[in-house]
């Protein structure tokens, strides 16, 4: 079984569409969580840290429960250039981060 | 301001060869890591520094991987006697604290390696 476990997707919604990822990982010493997006032959990028308490980021929501050992991304009002892949990336209590395989959104017009 | 770069962007090598992936992190970042993407897949940890330390090499798939950063800030990785199945996005990111902490890695564009 993957550390950190996604939903390939892909997920194809139209413009104005609310879209929800969930990711899973396996090591509940777990200390850190965050989304980070990746573009197609780009690099990944750090779209929004996950607390505890949950976190928004304007139309993004990200919210993590610990016991159940899953973290999820809300986009809500999905635009266009939300298109890409989501990668969920959790770091256990050492120095590497685990990525998930990442989730393509596809926003559609 | 400057971010991570990597190069070469590109690099196609014979089964065999050697290859040699330079990364320059964000000046002053004190941690390095690099990743090895497959297409379809997120980016597996390779190995960290923290500074000229080589702290972690655990993702280091094989003896032929070698890393360096002699002097705590550039980096090497080296792939001695290509395989196919080494042929990826080689991803190199740099923070500016030790890992362990909530802070943002910065990833540099990437190295694509194909070995025929």
């Known amino acids: 079984r993957k550390e950190v476990e996604q939903d390939p997707g892909p997920f194809n919604v139209p413009e104005g569409a609310t879209v929800a990822f969930n990711c899973t990982y396996s090591?509940?010493?777990?200390?850190?969580f965050f989304w980070y997006r990746q573009d197609c032959r780009k690099e990944p990028k750090l779209l929004m840290s996950v607390y505890s308490s949950g976190n928004e980021d304007g139309r993004f929501t990200a919210q993590l429960n610990r016991a159940s050992q899953y973290i999820s991304l809300l986009i809500r009002d999905s635009k266009l250039s939300d298109s890409a892949t989501y990668l969920c990336v959790v770091n256990p209590d050492k120095n590497d981060m685990r990525f998930g395989a990442g989730t393509r959104l596809t926003v559609k017009p | 301001g400057a971010g991570v770069s990597q190069s070469p962007r590109y690099k196609v090598a014979k089964r065999g060869q050697d290859v040699a992936l330079r990364c320059d992190p964000i000046s002053g970042h004190v941690s390095l890591f690099w990743y090895q993407q497959a297409l379809g897949q997120g980016p597996e940890f390779l190995t960290y520094?923290?500074?000229?330390?080589?702290?972690?090499k655990s993702g280091l798939p094989s003896d032929r991987f070698f890393a360096e950063r002699p002097e705590g800030s550039v980096s090497t990785l080296k792939i001695q006697r290509t395989q196919q199945e080494d042929s990826a996005v080689y991803l190199c990111?740099?923070?500016?604290?030790?890992?362990?902490?909530?802070?943002?890695?910065?990833f540099g564009p990437g190295t694509r390696l194909l070995v025929l």
């Open positions: 090591n509940s010493a777990s200390q850190s």
């Open positions: 990111a740099s923070s500016s604290v030790p890992q362990g902490t909530e802070e943002t890695q910065y």
């Open positions: 520094f923290q500074n000229e330390a080589q702290l972690d």
